[in-house]
Structures are given as structure tokens and as C-alpha cells.
């Protein structure tokens, strides 16, 4: 069964709280980590790998079946409410399931022991014999090395920036330098997103592509509002302006430029 990312993040969450455990301190009792991969696991973004997960398990005295999965109870409950009851099993034949697991010694990860015993135990709450509909393959375990992240569940994400990030790092010949690039864009991006004047980093970035892709020379300068529907424009059947008026252009592009880095230089070390 799949891990709920977030639920196991919680677990983790109140190991480290039932300690009063800052995130670094936490993040060196589990290995060799940081603060930021602690906050990760938290949120949901990713499982600490199997080491890790067994000193989690040891801080919180508990098992790393417990992080991943809850209580056995939840296991069996989440794995019930994956599949095609027609009925849901009422408080005492749930019980009377746990019971028989138990005495079984069925336990996590055994998805179609399980199922078959409550398909036995109560044929007519099924629709389906889990011995053909369910592989032992189901089992999804997620560790560090594949992380989800909520962002891969929106559209315009899967429409329009992945193509063009897969084309920017894995078709581009300037592999290297896009991350770079791109990096630094993202660490600009986390560390003003606070600052007063946040809003003026678009009129920036507009500026700057104007003048790096040679825009400037085809339109009137004005601030870029862009449509992720459709790429920018490449000016293949436009006429380009007089050197005359590109110079002019650029001229206050420049003065403009210089004026929004003046503003956040202003608010940064004091007018």
C-alpha cells in the first residue's frame, strides 16, 4: 500500500516534539542530516531511508512500520478503504478482522494475506477475490531517493513547465549553466519573496529579457505579462526598429533598471 507522505511526516513531527527537539538537534540524532531534511520529512516531501527511519523508530519507541504506516489498525482500515468493498466492515467485524490477523501473525505490508482474510470472513461486503485483482508488487515503499512533491499534482506544472525544464536540462547543450541559472534564480526568489518591493522583481526580469534576447529591438518596451499557454515571441515575421530608436530604448531600460536595483539596495542598507 501506498505511504501517505504527510501522515508519516506527522508521525515524525510528534517524535521530535514528545523530545522538544529543535530540528537541528533532531536531525543530528538521526545521522548525519540538517535541519532543512528534517522539515522536509515533516511536510510530507519525503520518507527518511531505512537507517534512518530505525533510529526514528528508537527516539520514538516505536517501529519504522508505525511511521510509515500508523497504527496496524490504520494500516488495515486505509488498505480496506483502497478497495472494492461494497460494504464497509462495521465496528465488530472490523474487529473481529484485527483479531484474526493478529492471532495470523499477518502484519504490515501483507496486503493480500489480508485481504483474502476479510474476503473470506465477509464475502458479501466484496466485490472482487483479492487473490486475482492484487499483486504483492502493489506495495509502494518511498524513500529519499523519490520524492513527491505537491506541485507535480498541478496542471499548468505538467502542461507547461516541465516540458520546458526537461528541455532545458536534458535536450539543452547548456545543461550546466541552466541549473546554475536556475538555482540562483530559485535561492533570489526564496530570499526576497519577504521583502516590501518583492513585486517589482517581475518589472526586473522583464527588463533584463528585453535586452538579453534582443526583444528591445522589435516593440515598444513595456513590462512582460506572461501567457503560460504559448511561448514568448520570437519576432520571425516582424520588422526590426531603427538603431536610432533600440538605442533610445535601451537607454531607458537602463535608467529604469538602475532605478528598481536603486530601490532594493535603498530598502536593504537604509536610505
Partial sequence: MKIDLKAAGQRIKDIRCQHNYSMARFSKLVGNSSASTVNNWEKGNNLP???RLEKLAILGNTTV???RYGTFDDYVARLLNQNNLKSALDENQFQQLINVLKKQKITYLQDLEILTIAN???PNSFETTYQISLSPK???VISEDSVTYGIEQDEQYRQRFLPKIDSLFYNSDQKEINKMILFQLFDLL???ETSVHFSLLSKI????SEIVTNDIAYKIHESKIVDYSKDLDTHEHEKKLSNNAIQSKYIDA???LTELLDTF???NNGE
Fill in 49 to 51: 531511508k531505512q537507517e
Fill in 65 to 67: 512500520e508505525w511511521i
Fill in 120 to 122: 473470506d470472513l465477509f
Fill in 138 to 140: 502493489s506495495t509502494l
Fill in 190 to 192: 526564496k530570499r526576497s
Fill in 205 to 208: 526580469f522583464s527588463i533584463i
Fill in 254 to 256: 537602463q535608467q529604469e
Fill in 265 to 267: 539596495f535603498l530598502a
